[in-house]
């Protein structure tokens, strides 16, 4: 999937945040956040570890709206650097997701990742590492892509090798036993499918609306990389080949 691929680099993920009003590079943006954190207690002064925190909008909406104390980890560099100059008041950290016990000594309250598990090429070992770094009774919240049947063959992630693919949805069916492998039990699975197909139409449409602005900032073929990509993914979420999940877990 090349225009996704270009999307997740640096220039990239700028465009992503100027089409999202804010350093976010996932669906839904704040309304994404808002409705998984709806689910959980409020508790301001909970430790919260953002996984896969690109540029750090995620876990500086979730601090200033007091749902936590954050801290972010990216295995981007730029990301970071980016992320740690512009929301001083979270902590972040840049490292792949499965060294993240060896650099970060700290145990958290609850961990959240926003679009950042389907990107993993080790999902299971990403959840034993993470089952690490949370407390006793502490909670994790995914909110990603699903693969609503993984018999149904799609454009997006299985037209050829699924295992060298770079999008890794999570399979609705079969995250319950990747959950309990991993050290974690699962508390609650939503499909949130509709609400990325709304997501994704008006993504697209603000795409469209801001058409000559984009190719003036950034370039004419990332325009078009973002409308390949988002019309494929938005084709694959009506077409039930692509899901929404919104999945809450504890240390079992
Ligand atoms: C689609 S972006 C989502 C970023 C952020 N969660 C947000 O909502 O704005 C996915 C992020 O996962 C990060 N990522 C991918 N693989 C990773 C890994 N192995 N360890 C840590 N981060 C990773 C990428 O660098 C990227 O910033």
Sequence with gaps: MTGHDSLREY???????????????????EAAIDLAFSNV??????????VGCGLGGTAAYIQDHRLGRVTGLDIEKEAILYAQEKYPTCVFHCCDVLDA????????????????????SDQLAALKTLNKLIDMKGKI???????????????LFRAG????????????????SLLEQSGWKLSKKIDISPQYIQWYTQLIDRLQGNENEIIRLFSQSLFQKAITTYSSIKESLVK?????????????
């Design 101 to 120: 016990a060896q650099v970060i000594t700290q145990r958290f309250d609850l961990i959240c990742m926003f679009n950042a598990f389907y990107a993993f």
């Design 11 to 29: 220039a990239g993920k700028q465009l992503v945040s100027f089409l999202r009003k804010g350093d976010f590079a996932h669906a839904g943006e």
């Design 141 to 155: 919240i995914i909110f990603d892509y699903s693969d609503p049947d993984i018999r149904k063959i799609t454009p």
């Design 161 to 176: 090798d699924k295992n060298t693919s770079p999008f890794k949805p999570i399979s609705f069916q079969g995250i319950d």
């Design 41 to 50: 207690a409020r508790a301001p002064e909970q430790s919260i570890l953002d």
């Design 240 to 252: 039930d080949l692509l899901g929404g999940i919104l999945l809450y877990a504890e240390k079992a």
